[in-house]
C-alpha cells in the first residue's frame, strides 16, 4: 500500500493534498515552533470532549526524510521498529508483530505503573499497523485498536512527516482514545490514584497569574503520554549506526535524559531503576518469556 506509486492514483493525489496541508500548518505553527517553553521546536496541543481525549505534537527533526520515513514507514522493517521504539516509553511492557493476511498487528501490554510488572497483570492492546498513504516527501501510518484499559477504545497513534530540507523533516504525531460513561468512570479512579497530583503541559492559568496553572485529569494524562511517545520517536531516530551494541542503552539513555526536561510532568522512576527496568523488558520481548 505504501508503494504503490501510479497504481493508486486516488491515494497518491489524496498524499499529495495532505503533504501541502502539513507544509502549510509548518508555516502557520513557525512563531510557536521558534519560541515556546520546551527549548525544541515543537508545539503540543490537546482537545478534551464528552467522549474522546487526543494529544498532538508537531516538531522539526534534525533528521532527513529519508530516516524518517525508512524507520516507521518500510514495510519490512516499520513494524518491528514500532514495537522497539514504543517499547521506550515506561509504561509499555511488552510488544510483538504478527503478520497475516489483513496485513501486521502489534500486541502491545501497557502497565498503570510505571516500574517492572508481570505481564499477566496488564492491559493488552492489539493495534493494525497500517501505512496510510505516501508520496514523495510525505508519509502518514496508523495504529488502531478497539479497544484498550480501564473501558477505554478506539486507540490511535497516527504520525506523519513531510520533507523541509534535505536534513531537516516536519513531524506530525497524533495520541487519541475514546470512552463511555463507564470508561470514564474507570479514568476517574486512575486519575485519583496512579494520576493523583499529576500535570500535562498546557498552561491553563490567567494570563495575569504570576506562576503557571497546567492542566490537569484526561487531558494532562494524554498529554504527558503524547511527549512520551513523540521522545521515543526522537530516541529511535537518534541511533549511532557505528556502535550497534550499545544501541539500546544508548537509546534509553537518550529518552531518560531528554524526559527529565520535563521532571514536574514526566518524572517518575530515577534513571537506573529506568535503564535496568527496560533492558530486562527487552530482553523479555526478544525472548518471548
Not at 509548518?26 to 512563531?31: D, E, G, K, R, S
Not at 520515513?69 to 508483530?97: E, G, Q
Not at 549511532?240 to 524526559?259: C, H, I, K, V, Y
Request: glycine residues 6%.
Amino acid at each position: 500500500m505504501a508503494s504503490c506509486g501510479v497504481l493508486c492514483p486516488g491515494l497518491s493525489a489524496q498524499a499529495s493534498d495532505d503533504a501541502t496541508r502539513l507544509r502549510v500548518i509548518y508555516q502557520n505553527l513557525q512563531p510557536r515552533l521558534d519560541h515556546n517553553s520546551f527549548h525544541r521546536r515543537l508545539y503540543l496541543d490537546s482537545q478534551e470532549s464528552p467522549s474522546t481525549v487526543t494529544g498532538e505534537i508537531y516538531a522539526v527533526m534534525d533528521y532527513p526524510f529519508s530516516t524518517v520515513s525508512d524507520a516507521f514507514n518500510d514495510s519490512s522493517r516499520a513494524p518491528t521498529n514500532w514495537c522497539d521504539m514504543l517499547m521506550l516509553h515506561p509504561n509499555i511492557k511488552y510488544c510483538h508483530v504478527t503478520g497475516g493476511s489483513k496485513g501486521n498487528t502489534l500486541t502491545v501490554n501497557v502497565s498503570q505503573r510505571e516500574a517492572a510488572e508481570d505481564l499477566a497483570s496488564t492491559y493488552l492492546l492489539q493495534f493494525d499497523y497500517a501505512p496510510a498513504a505516501t508520496s514523495p516527501g510525505y508519509f502518514r501510518v496508523k495504529l488502531h485498536a478497539d479497544s484498550g484499559p480501564l473501558n477505554t477504545r478506539d486507540y490511535q497513534i497516527v504520525l506523519e512527516a513531510v520533507s523541509l530540507s534535505r536534513d531537516r523533516t516536519f513531524l506530525h504525531l497524533t495520541y487519541a482514545y475514546s470512552y463511555g460513561a463507564i470508561g470514564r468512570l474507570a479514568m476517574k479512579g486512575y486519575l485519583a490514584t496512579f494520576g493523583s497530583g499529576k500535570v500535562g503541559f498546557t498552561n491553563i492559568a490567567d494570563s495575569s497569574g504570576a506562576q503557571p496553572e497546567y492542566v490537569a485529569g484526561v487531558r494532562g494524562l494524554v498529554e504527558r503520554n503524547t511527549m512520551r511517545y513523540y521522545l521515543a520517536i526522537d530516541a529511535w531516530l537518534d541511533d549511532p549506526p557505528s556502535r550497534p551494541d550499545t544501541r539500546l542503552e544508548q537509546r534509553l539513555s537518550n529518552w531518560f535524559g531528554a524526559s527529565e526536561e520535563y521532571r514536574r510532568q514526566l518524572h517518575e522512576i530515577d534513571r537506573q531503576e529506568y535503564m535496568q527496568m527496560k533492558q530486562e523488558e527487552y530482553r523479555r520481548q526478544q525472548t518471548g518469556e
